[in-house]
């Protein structure tokens, strides 16, 4: 059974342009959240999507923002990239949301130059 | 609101030493508790997970206990190997946690051979 996929993997974008990070869950898994990673801040929760709506959202500014379609899979765009976006970006799904157990991916590491 | 709380790193060990790492925590109502593991360059891995009271996690050598009396989910292995290094983290879920995992900020493991 695959495991969650996030693409691109590494990605590297200037100040001021915005970026588009996808995730495809857990075949059968229709809850997908993100999480940011820094060594600042630690892993930080941006939101949670279930059946295309989204049901919870972390502390960040309206910059971040994300969808999910229809088959699950997810995406999360970040427009007017700053400095401090640089960060390691993770996906996760689980079947229904928590407390079912979450699965993560790799991530996409992101850095703004 | 609800929060995790790990021993500071980093922690470096000789091969086949015993290995604990202290998590405690605060939570609204009966959280569930979990053990991520993140290898170097690479996303989140379960490694264990608890999701009541005196519940024992248990996975590649890894055993937490769920320990409601002192709100704590320690982590230990008998005996760790150089595959073992890698970050840490400690996540609870909760009724309170608005759909989302509440981490600690993780603990470096370094096993030297």
């Known amino acids: 059974k695959a495991g969650v996929t996030q693409t691109p993997r590494y990605l590297i974008k200037t100040r001021g342009q915005q970026v588009t990070l996808s995730c495809s869950p857990i075949?059968?898994?229709?809850?997908v959240s993100w999480y940011q990673q820094t060594p600042g801040q630690g892993l930080q929760f941006l939101f949670e999507?279930?059946?295309?709506?989204?049901?919870n959202k972390g502390n960040f500014p309206g910059r971040f923002s994300g969808r999910q379609f229809s088959n699950s899979r997810s995406e999360m765009n970040v427009s007017t990239l700053e400095l401090g976006d640089s960060a390691l970006y993770l996906c996760a799904s689980s079947l229904e949301g928590p407390p079912d157990t979450i699965y993560f991916g790799e991530g996409s590491w992101l850095t703004v130059v | 609101g609800d929060s995790v709380t790990q021993m500071e790193g980093p922690v470096t060990l000789s091969e086949e030493a015993f290995l604990t790492i202290n998590c405690t925590y605060t939570a609204t109502g009966y959280p569930s508790l979990f053990w991520y593991v993140q290898y170097p360059g690479e996303g989140l891995q379960l490694l264990l997970k608890?999701?009541?009271?005196?519940d024992k996690g248990s996975n590649k050598g890894f055993e937490a206990t769920y320990r409601k009396e002192t709100t704590s989910f320690h982590l230990e292995k008998g005996s760790v190997q150089v595959s073992d290094s890698a970050v840490y983290f400690c996540?609870?879920?909760?009724?309170?946690?608005?759909?989302?995992?509440?981490f600690g900020s993780g603990t470096q493991l370094t096993v030297l051979p």
């Open positions: 996540a609870l879920f909760s009724s309170g946690s608005a759909r989302q995992l509440t």
């Open positions: 075949s059968g898994h229709r809850s």
């Open positions: 608890a999701t009541k009271a005196d």
């Open positions: 999507y279930f059946s295309e709506t989204q049901r």
